[in-house]
Structure formats: structure tokens, C-alpha cells
């Protein structure tokens, strides 16, 4: 049973009472039955509730998870300090304003703490790499020592592009790309699907990729790792490799310029 489902099903029953209630308030205002105004304004909310009620609950939430999963761990930090100094300073001047004479006094605060918590989050996360440096520079230096990992231990991720363009049998088997070759299996997927298409020139491409492929599963001196970890919360082979790479602390092989600027 999936979420967009569940939320369906309460969304109609919230939206029906809702609508019945509203139909039954209405009617004693208007002095009609109440009974058929119930009925009706329900049943334009059990409606609304099986329509409207994915698009405000499960959707968002998808999208904001995949937003978050892309965000690295010093954006996220930036907005939540921005976020909090936004409500601390809306929270100060709360009552000044509240003060004012209505609607002013009522309104004032509310939009105060929207305002407020939005230029806060914008500004740190504008700023947060000038806003880091500025605290770091202040802290007690010592020198460190970092050794750099093994790089027969490194892991690269390779994409869709890459694998079709056929150059990396060649490269990775002068030994330039040291390190562990993984593709993910729904890179794998999409060079399947590309294979099977119905466009010949596709199919040509996909088919080019898979024989590269076997080519690098079958060279002893490359290093080839079929992995079946998947990303959750989003659908895009690009958006899935970008927060594996980060969750695996891997580089990403990619002839694609618009993934090349994300990760």
C-alpha cells in the first residue's frame, strides 16, 4: 500500500467532514435543508480529498527529501543557524509590535516571524562559506598531518555517459584511473533501457555501452564492482549517483556537463 494511496484515503475523509460540516453551516445560514447541502459540499470534499491530497502531503515531502539529500552537510548547518537567528530576532520584537494598534498589532508579528526566518536561512546560506571562514579563523591553529588514502582504495562511480562513450576501457587499462570502478545497478538499468529502445541510434549507443561494459568486467587489470546500493527519494540516475557518491565518499566519472556542475 503506498503513501500517495494512504494519503488519498485520509484526505478524503478530512476533506469530506469538512465539506459536510461547511455544507451543514451554510444551509442553516441560507435556511435549506441541511441534510442535502451536507451531502453535497461532502462529496465535493471526498473529491478534493482523493485529488488535491497527494499534492499537498506526499509530493512536497518527496521533493523536499531529495533536496535535502542533495544539499551537503555545511549548507544544512547555515540554514538551521540562520533559521534559528531569524525566529530569536523575530521573537524580540514580537511584542514591541504586537503593541501597535489593530490589525497592525496582529498581523505585524506573524509576518515578522516569516520574513525574519526566511532572510535569516537566505543570508547564512548566501554567506555561509564567508560566515565559516570568518569563525575559523579565529580558532586555535594546529598543524595537521593528513595522510592521503591508498589510492588503489579509491572509489570512483561511473556514469551512464561514460560507459557509452567507450574511451575508459582504454584509460583505466593504462592503470590512470587507479582505484575501484563501481557502477551502481541502476546505472546498469538505464544502459539496459537505452539498449531496448525503440530509436536505433539509441539502441546502437546502449549497445556500444554494454559491450564496454564487458570489456572492463572482463579486463584482469581493471577493477570492476557491480554495486546494488539504491538512492531513495528521487528517480534521476544523475540526482541518485550525485548522493551516492556522498554517501560512499567516491568521485564521479561523468561526460555529462549538467552533472559534471552538480556534483
Known amino acids: 500500500m503506498s503513501a500517495d494511496f494512504i494519503a488519498r484515503l485520509v484526505g478524503m475523509i478530512v476533506f469530506g467532514v469538512v465539506g459536510a460540516y461547511f455544507g451543514s453551516s451554510t444551509s442553516v445560514l441560507l435556511g435549506q435543508p441541511q441534510l442535502v447541502y451536507a451531502v453535497i459540499l461532502g462529496l465535493v470534499g471526498v473529491l478534493a480529498g482523493l485529488v488535491l491530497t497527494p499534492y499537498l502531503t506526499t509530493r512536497p515531502m518527496r521533493a523536499l ?135 536505433a541510434l539509441r539502441r546502437q549507443r546502449g549497445r556500444r555501452g554494454m559491450e564496454v561494459l564487458s570489456r572492463l568486467q572482463d579486463d584482469p587489470l581493471v577493477r570492476v564492482q557491480i554495486s546494488d546500493i539504491d538512492v531513495e527519494g528521487t528517480r534521476e540516475v544523475d540526482d541518485k549517483l550525485v548522493i551516492l557518491a556522498r554517501q560512499l565518499k567516491a568521485l564521479v566519472l561523468t561526460n555529462d556537463y549538467n552533472l559534471n556542475r552538480i556534483a
Open 65 to 199: 527529501r531529495a533536496l535535502l539529500a542533495r544539499l551537503d552537510v555545511q549548507t544544512l548547518v547555515a540554514g538551521l543557524i540562520g533559521l534559528i537567528v531569524g525566529l530569536v530576532i523575530a521573537a524580540l520584537l514580537a511584542f514591541p509590535l504586537s503593541l501597535l494598534p489593530p490589525p497592525f498589532g496582529e498581523v505585524l508579528p506573524f509576518l515578522g516571524v516569516l520574513l525574519l526566518a526566511y532572510f535569516g536561512v537566505a543570508l547564512f546560506v548566501m554567506r555561509q562559506n564567508d560566515i565559516f571562514a570568518f569563525f575559523l579563523n579565529r580558532l586555535p591553529r594546529r598543524k595537521v598531518v593528513e595522510e592521503e588514502p591508498p589510492s588503489a582504495e579509491r572509489r570512483i562511480l561511473v556514469d551512464t555517459s561514460v560507459i557509452i562513450d567507450g574511451r575508459i576501457a582504454d584509460i583505466a587499462r593504462t592503470g590512470f584511473l587507479s582505484g575501484i570502478l563501481i557502477i551502481p545497478r541502476f546505472v546498469l538499468n538505464e544502459l539496459q533501457y537505452i539498449a531496448d529502445s525503440a530509436d
